[in-house]
T-cell receptor
């Protein structure tokens, strides 16, 4: 138990569906992250929120839309995805950078399959 | 952030110390060395980090060379549950980005 909870753990969706991934952290952190992990590829940072403001957006297609309503919750809204978007999506949280905060706490991930 | 180089895979006998090397020859003075591991189908787990001095916690020890160009993660008494991919990352403390490589796949054998 890392203090970061992701739901659902598994999701299968068609290319025309709209779905959302949810992340919740109980650690009192102020930064939250979405990472993508495709098969046999390194983790790729997608989005970073710091104090509920988006501070990183690494050229992610617009079919992925993040939302951070408060410092404990993070969503990733999915629409018109492609089969190549099938991957493990990982949420993480941390204290703010500059406070010796390299320690990220990850959730278990949401395994997404796009048909 | 500087890049790191790790061997793609290693084996270690259960109960022995596992020593995982990492080269980071272009590391800057203000970059920390972090280690994470990822057990199959789970999220990565933080292990330890350091700047200059050797560090030890309940999971592992981190040995950083004096010139800071390489480091070694030591799992003192490896168990089968330590089988995972281990990632060495260097990062400036003020950055959000961690540059993840392929890591080292450590297999602990009975």
């Amino acid at each position: 138990e890392t203090g970061v909870t992701q739901t659902p753990r598994h999701l299968v969706m068609g290319m025309t569906n709209k779905k959302s991934l949810k992340c919740e952290q109980h650690l009192g952190h102020n930064a939250m992250y979405w990472y993508k992990q495709s098969a046999k590829k390194p983790l790729e940072l997608m989005f970073v929120y710091s104090l509920e403001e988006r501070v990183e957006n690494n050229s992610v297609p617009s079919r992925f839309s993040p939302e951070c309503p408060n410092s404990s919750h993070l969503f990733l809204h999915l629409h018109t995805l492609q089969p190549e978007d099938s991957a493990l999506y990982l949420c993480a949280s941390s204290r703010l950078p500059g406070m010796n905060t390299g320690e990220l706490f990850f959730g278990e991930g949401s395994r997404l399959t796009v048909l | 952030d500087a890049k790191t180089t790790q061997p793609p895979s290693m084996d270690c006998a259960e109960g022995r110390a596992a020593n995982l090397p990492c080269n980071h020859s272009t590391i800057s003075g203000n970059e920390y060395v972090y280690w994470y591991r990822q057990i199959h189908s789970q999220g990565p787990q933080y292990i330890i980090h350091g700047l200059k001095n050797n560090e030890t916690n309940e999971m592992a020890s981190l040995i950083i060379t004096e010139d800071r160009k390489s480091s070694t993660l030591i799992l003192p008494h490896a168990t089968l549950r330590d089988t995972a991919v281990y990632y060495c990352i260097v990062r400036v403390d003020s950055n959000y980005q961690l540059i993840w490589g392929a890591g080292t796949k450590l297999i602990i054998k009975p």
